[in-house]
């Protein structure tokens, strides 16, 4: 079965310092489908991201960026120059063709301190 | 457009009653997910609905546990003689299918019913 794991339950760091978050899964599909979503202390889960696994292409959005690596089954995600509106808790996700509905890691929590 | 929408936003009720809780997917999204958010398990997948097929009801807690959609749009989760363990937070997800793969694009989340039992 898929299994995916965020080992930093928390993380805080000083604003405008770079951040990254593990994830890490496990499946025997041979496609799938990897999501970021982030939920703020608002409570809404909000997409961030999606990649295929068959495009290990790393991507950059502003001041975020996603560093898939199949070799390792890592998922990582970065934040550059952390901002305090950048607190929330991040949640990293396995869909599979074969699966209803998502799996998802634990989650980390992400503090941003002023 | 407008998001996912669930009601009602909170509901507390008394252990043994039953409860009902609806959502509206975003427009043109043929695709429904529940999932329940709890602090002890994390986010769970619970039933998903692609247009008016059948679910498969496997992932739901327990027999107390039913979910319908109707005209491939709004879904109703009932959740029959509540018991404490139900406190959650249901949220609801829509998203619309791959042309390519079959599979699903990237799920939207509604804001959730956070659900006390007493």
């Known amino acids: 079965a898929q299994k995916v794991t965020q080992a930093q339950t928390e993380i805080s760091v000083v604003e405008k310092e770079d951040v990254t978050l593990d994830c890490v899964y496990e499946t025997r599909d041979t496609t799938y489908y990897l999501f970021w979503y982030k939920q703020p202390p608002s409570g809404e889960l909000v997409f961030l991201i999606r990649?295929?696994?068959?495009?290990?292409q790393n991507e950059i959005s502003g001041r975020y960026s996603w560093n898939f690596q199949k070799s390792t089954s890592s998922f990582n995600f970065t934040i550059t120059a952390s901002q305090v509106v950048d607190s929330a808790v991040y949640f990293c996700a396995w869909w599979g063709d074969f699966a209803d509905g998502l799996t998802f890691g634990k989650g980390t929590h992400l503090i941003i301190q002023p | 457009g407008a998001g996912v929408s669930q009601s009602p936003s909170n509901k507390v009720t008394e252990k043994g009653k039953d409860v009902e809780l609806r959502c509206d997917p975003i427009?043109?999204?043929?695709?429904l997910y529940w999932y329940r958010q709890s602090l002890g398990q994390g986010l769970e997948f619970l039933i998903y609905f692609q247009g008016n097929s059948a679910p498969d009801k496997s992932g739901l807690p327990s027999d107390r546990f039913s979910a319908e959609r109707t005209g491939g749009s709004v879904s109703t989760l009932t959740i029959q003689r509540t018991q404490q363990e139900d406190s959650a937070v249901y949220l609801c997800a829509s998203s619309s299918p791959s042309l390519t793969s079959g599979g699903s694009y990237e799920q939207y989340f509604g804001p959730g019913t956070r659900l006390t039992v007493t």
């Open positions: 427009s043109g999204h043929t695709a």
């Open positions: 990649r295929n696994s068959f495009d290990e």
